[in-house]
């Protein structure tokens, strides 16, 4: 099911069923979920059947999460669309498994990365394909923790408190204060994301808080111009977000209101309620 606002953009939901972790399975902890092969579709228990755009059981790996659910927005990238992957589930779920949220460089080769740095590939590998282009990418990564924002590429506290949300009628929105990274290949991206990785971690222990309460944002910003031709360019924009894991939360909230109105099929012009907080403002 593909349902689309009045702007034309399509939300897609993806389930994706972690296996059970070892602790489970030493507690006795059994699946209660079956799947109907070639559907995407899920039962939970012996009748409850749900069906999403995608759903991925337990033995889906990675790359074939990535591949089906997230490669073809990195393809509308190169177009002139912008896209917002967002990774939402209860904590232990596997959001930032998924995401690649733990993403170390020396993982590069392994099977169990996750989004982010596959993205970043895939990105690159486009980009390498489009010689008559020139490119300019950046780099930003945040978190939101009770409604204040946290540079995770420059993480002290002084600066995050600089940091502002405007939003500019030519622009959009911008992040006044916010650290943007010039990158200009793969590996400089992927050290950004294993910067803000590792700050992520530190600023949560710091702050006696929990990842399950913040939602990390990963931007790309990507500027591309057809060398021979000064009329064509695009801006676009790919956010990558690790949601709080718990419900509540302001963000969440207005973030449900919002995918709603998208997604009401029938409502034309309607309101579209994302001022109600900085999630739903920055992902605008
Ligand atoms: P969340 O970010 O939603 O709180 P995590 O991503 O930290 O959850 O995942 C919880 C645990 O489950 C971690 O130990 C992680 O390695 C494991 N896990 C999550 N998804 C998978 C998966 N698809 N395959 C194997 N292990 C997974
Ligand atoms: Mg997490």
Same mark, same amino acid.
């Given at each position: 099911?593909?349902?689309?606002?009045?702007?034309?953009?399509?939300?897609?939901?993806?389930?994706?069923?972690?296996?059970?972790?070892?602790? #489970?399975?030493?507690?006795?902890?059994?699946?209660?979920?079956?799947? %109907?092969?070639?559907?995407?579709?899920?039962?939970?228990? =012996?009748?409850?059947?749900?069906?999403?755009?995608? %759903?991925?059981?337990?033995?889906? $790996?990675? #790359?074939?999460?990535? =591949?089906?659910?997230?490669?073809?927005?990195?393809?509308?990238?190169?177009?002139?669309? =912008?896209?917002?992957?967002? +990774? *939402?589930?209860?904590?232990?779920?596997?959001?930032? *498994?998924?995401?690649?949220?733990?993403?170390?460089?020396?993982?590069?080769?392994?099977?169990?990365?996750? %989004?982010?740095?596959?993205?970043?590939?895939?990105?690159?590998?486009?980009?390498?394909?489009?010689?008559?282009?020139?490119?300019?990418?950046?780099?930003?990564?945040?978190?939101? *923790?009770?409604?204040?924002?946290?540079?995770?590429?420059?993480?002290?506290?002084?600066?995050?408190?600089? &940091?502002? &949300?405007? $939003?500019?009628?030519? #622009?959009?929105?911008?992040?006044?204060?916010?650290?943007?990274?010039? %990158?200009?290949?793969?590996?400089?991206?992927?050290?950004?994301?294993?910067?803000? =990785?590792?700050?992520?971690?530190? +600023?949560?222990?710091?702050?006696?808080?929990?990842?399950?309460?913040?939602?990390?944002?990963?931007? &790309?910003?990507?500027?591309?111009?057809?060398?021979?031709?000064?009329?064509?360019?695009?801006?676009?924009?790919?956010?990558?977000?690790?949601?709080?894991?718990?419900? &509540?939360?302001?963000?969440?909230?207005?973030?449900?209101?919002?995918?709603? +109105?998208?997604?009401? #099929?029938?409502?034309?012009?309607?309101?579209?309620? *994302?001022?109600?907080?900085?999630?739903?403002?920055?992902?605008?």
């Amino acid at each position: 099911m593909v349902r689309e606002d009045d702007k034309g953009i399509p939300v897609r939901v993806a389930l994706r069923c972690r296996p059970l972790v070892p602790k #489970e399975t030493s507690e006795g902890c059994q699946s209660c979920l079956s799947f %109907v092969p070639g559907e995407p579709q899920v039962v939970v228990g =012996n009748d409850k059947a749900f069906t999403y755009d995608y %759903v991925f059981d337990p033995s889906v $790996e990675q #790359e074939e999460v990535f =591949n089906t659910a997230v490669a073809p927005l990195i393809r509308g990238i190169f177009k002139g669309y =912008n896209a917002t992957v967002l +990774a *939402y589930g209860q904590t232990g779920s596997g959001k930032t *498994y998924s995401m690649g949220g733990t993403y170390t460089a020396t993982q590069e080769h392994e099977p169990h990365v996750g %989004v982010i740095p596959r993205v970043i590939k895939l990105l690159f590998k486009e980009k390498e394909q489009r010689q008559d282009w020139e490119f300019l990418l950046k780099v930003s990564y945040l978190e939101i *923790y009770n409604e204040d924002i946290l540079d995770l590429l420059c993480p002290s506290r002084e600066r995050s408190a600089q &940091i502002s &949300i405007r $939003e500019d009628p030519k #622009e959009g929105i911008k992040i006044v204060g916010l650290t943007e990274r010039q %990158v200009s290949c793969a590996q400089d991206t992927v050290a950004c994301l294993e910067q803000g =990785n590792n700050s992520r971690t530190v +600023a949560s222990t710091a702050m006696n808080s929990q990842s399950s309460r913040s939602h990390a944002i990963f931007t &790309i910003c990507i500027e591309q111009k057809k060398k021979n031709d000064k009329n064509s360019s695009f801006h676009s924009k790919l956010h990558l977000v690790d949601l709080a894991g718990i419900n &509540i939360n302001r963000g969440l909230l207005s973030l449900g209101n919002v995918i709603s +109105a998208l997604g009401e #099929e029938n409502k034309k012009g309607g309101f579209v309620p *994302y001022r109600d907080s900085k999630l739903t403002r920055l992902l605008q």
